[in-house]
């Protein structure tokens, strides 16, 4: 039993903690939706029918129950560790979390043993007063973590149907593409970058090179996917402002520039987790001209056929590199030449090892990677294929 008191009103200086369910992100709203709206209201006249000092409000808008990893959530923590606030106020348990184990732990452990008082007002509960109500938290919280799995269940067939269907059910659409404003599951030609689209599936038609795209585009101060996807505040994708070889080749290996839904690539173990492990090829959901095509069939097929030669022969080259690396001592100049790998740009690469440091048979070798690394690798990736 944690030996927390009630003191009086002014003693406490209370953050409303307010979260909004990720299954409405998606949703156009002129500023915050209204369930945040909702919640704010009925904080904000606790607060001030009970007393309490008013010190900040902790938003999270979009984000599940099941993931503690939310900015808002995480800015209150530190300002309970600070000691800014130390009253806690939802509207509802449910609104703290939904993974009853832990919900439980904060509510039942972290809160008390730290002395913070935590309140929330649908179910009348507070950890600093012994009442009745507070023991039927642990139920609520198995409750609300059964929710959220069953809905998790529903959630995921309507997807599922929807998928088969050829409807875009992912949080943004192929680089080049859009939502059509009248049929958010139907994909439309971005008019400023499917431009940008055909440009590169033309360029590498006529036998330019990866490289050589890369820098026409870098050159061209072209946005890239991941800048664009950084429109909305609350991406957690990383973000990248400079093209690579490996945001090049991507596009033109993405099927869905024949106007075809590519789906189902990615799946969840579980609805708390948030890893996500790769599909088998052959279980992605393909449903065959959806939307306009940005590149001619015919043309994609083209270029996938030289992608593969490439990267076949790009593969051989590094096999043989790695059984040539393998009869290098472990010397000084072998750690700092992986170390290097990892770290410079191919051409710094070429002209520092060009030298006959490693013989003349591995300059060579080494040549004719660096090569094929310009056209279809990053330095990091050879580095980890040379070191299996």
Not at 94 to 119: A, C, K, M
Not at 149 to 165: F, G, T
Not at 359 to 374: C, D, E, F, P
Request: glycine share 6%; net charge positive.
């Amino acid at each position: 039993m944690y030996n927390n008191t009630v003191k009086a009103p002014e003693f406490y200086k209370a953050g409303i903690y307010i979260r909004l369910s990720e299954a409405d992100q998606g949703k156009s709203y002129e500023a915050e939706s209204e369930s945040v709206l909702n919640q704010r209201n009925i904080l904000m006249k606790f607060v001030k029918d009970n007393g309490f000092i008013f010190v900040g409000e902790y938003v999270d808008d979009g984000y599940s129950g099941t993931d503690f990893d939310r900015p808002g959530f995480n800015l209150m923590m530190e300002d309970l560790k600070k000691g800014l606030i130390n009253l806690v106020i939802v509207k509802d348990l449910s609104r703290l979390g939904r993974d009853h184990i832990l919900t439980g732990y904060y509510v039942e452990n972290y809160f008390p043993e730290n002395g913070i008082r935590f309140i929330s007002i649908q179910e009348s509960y507070d950890n600093f007063k012994l009442k009745s109500s507070n023991d039927s938290v642990m139920f609520i919280f198995a409750c609300n973590d059964f929710y959220s799995k069953q809905n998790s269940v529903k959630i995921r067939n309507v997807l599922e149907y929807k998928k088969r269907k050829g409807k875009f059910i992912g949080s943004a659409p192929s680089y080049g593409y859009m939502r059509d404003p009248n049929d958010k599951g139907h994909l439309l030609p971005d008019p400023e970058y499917a431009p940008v689209v055909k440009k590169i599936f033309e360029m590498a038609n006529d036998g330019v090179g990866l490289s050589e795209i890369t820098t026409y585009l870098n050159d061209s101060k072209i946005k890239t996917p991941s800048s664009l996807k950084r429109k909305n505040p609350r991406a957690r994708s990383k973000y990248n402002s400079i093209w690579t070889i490996s945001s090049v080749k991507k596009i033109l290996k993405n099927q869905m520039y024949v106007g075809d839904m590519v789906q189902n690539i990615q799946y969840k173990r579980g609805y708390k987790t948030k890893k996500k492990l790769a599909v088998p090829k052959e279980n992605w959901i393909i449903v065959k001209n959806t939307h306009e095509p940005l590149v001619d069939r015919m043309i994609f097929e083209k270029i996938q056929d030289n992608i593969r030669a490439c990267e076949g022969e790009t593969e051989r080259v590094c096999r043989g590199a790695a059984e040539m690396l393998k009869s290098v001592p472990h010397n000084p100049e072998r750690r700092e030449f992986f170390r290097d790998i990892e770290t410079m740009s191919p051409n710094e690469l070429f002209d520092k090892w060009t030298p006959v440091t490693f013989g003349v048979r591995l300059n060579k070798l080494l040549r004719n990677i660096l090569a094929k690394l310009g056209l279809y690798y990053t330095a990091k990736n050879l580095a980890a294929r040379l070191k299996k």
